[in-house]
C-alpha cells in the first residue's frame, strides 16, 4: 500500500498570502498526484491531476509541483473563496488521500 | 453535466448491512468507472472500490469480505453494500465518477451521505 502523508494539517493565512501544502508518498508515484478542495457539506471538487496540470475552472493562482516521492500544492493571492480543506490523492497503484489540510483566515 | 446524488438510511444498527445508491444524471454508467469513497470522522478518506463501465468491481483490500458494489444501468445507479458494520464504519459516504487520465481519477462526486453505526 502507498501511504501519503500530508503536511500541515491545518493552516492560517491572511487574504493574499501565498500558502504551500506538501505530501510526501511512501514510495515513488510518478507524478499521479491529484489535489482536491472541499468545502464544509459539499463535494470535493478536483483542481489539479498528474501533478501540475489544473483541471477546467481551476484558477491560475493554484499551483502543483513535485516528483518522485516529494510534492506541493501551492495557492498564491489567497482569497476568501479558497477557505476550505484540502486533500492529495496518489493514484499511480489504487488510491490513497492524505490526511488532509485545513485552511483559514488568520 | 454529470451530477451524482447518495441516498440511503443515515442510522444502521451494528452487525447490520449498510446499503447506499448513487443516482447518476447527466452521464451514463456504462463508461468510465464509478466508485465508492468514505470520510471518517477525523477527515481520513478512503477508498472503498468500484464498478467499471462493463460491470467488472474491484475493492479495497481492508473491505473485501464486506463490500459489495453493484449497478442497475437502466436507473443509471450504482449501489454500495457493506456487511457486518462497526461503529468504525461511521462516516460520510461519497460516490465519485474515476475517469481514465492514465490511470483513473476521481473528477466528479457527490455531496456525502452521512452514516452512523449505533445501536
Known amino acids: 500500500d502507498i501511504q501519503m502523508t500530508q503536511s500541515p494539517p491545518s493552516l492560517s493565512a491572511s487574504l493574499g498570502d501565498k500558502v504551500t501544502i506538501t505530501c510526501q508518498a511512501s514510495?515513488?508515484?510518478?507524478?499521479?498526484i491529484a489535489w482536491y478542495q472541499q468545502k464544509p457539506g459539499k463535494a470535493p471538487r478536483l483542481l489539479i491531476r498528474?501533478?501540475?496540470t489544473l483541471e477546467s475552472g481551476t484558477p491560475s493562482r493554484f499551483s502543483g509541483g513535485g516528483s518522485g516521492r516529494d510534492y506541493s500544492f501551492s495557492i498564491s493571492n489567497v482569497e476568501s473563496e479558497d477557505i476550505a480543506s484540502y486533500y492529495c490523492l496518489q493514484y499511480v497503484n489504487l488510491w490513497t488521500f492524505g490526511g488532509g489540510t485545513k485552511l483559514e483566515l488568520k | 453535466e454529470v451530477q451524482l446524488q447518495e441516498s440511503g438510511p443515515g442510522l444502521v444498527k451494528p452487525s447490520q448491512s449498510l446499503s447506499l445508491t448513487c443516482s447518476v444524471t447527466g452521464y451514463s454508467i456504462t463508461s468510465n468507472y464509478w466508485g465508492w469513497i468514505r470520510k471518517f470522522p477525523g477527515n481520513k478518506m478512503e477508498w472503498m472500490g468500484y464498478?467499471?463501465?462493463?460491470?467488472?468491481?474491484s475493492y479495497n483490500p481492508s473491505l473485501k469480505s464486506r463490500i459489495s458494489i453493484t449497478r442497475d444501468t437502466s436507473k443509471n445507479q450504482f449501489f454500495l453494500q457493506l456487511n457486518s458494520v462497526t461503529t468504525e464504519d461511521t462516516a460520510t459516504y461519497y460516490c465519485a465518477r474515476f475517469v481514465y487520465g492514465s490511470p483513473y481519477v476521481m473528477d466528479a462526486w457527490g455531496q456525502g451521505a452521512s452514516v452512523t453505526v449505533s445501536s
Open positions: 498528474y501533478t501540475s
Open positions: 514510495q515513488n508515484i510518478n507524478k499521479y
Open positions: 464498478i467499471s463501465y462493463s460491470g467488472s468491481t
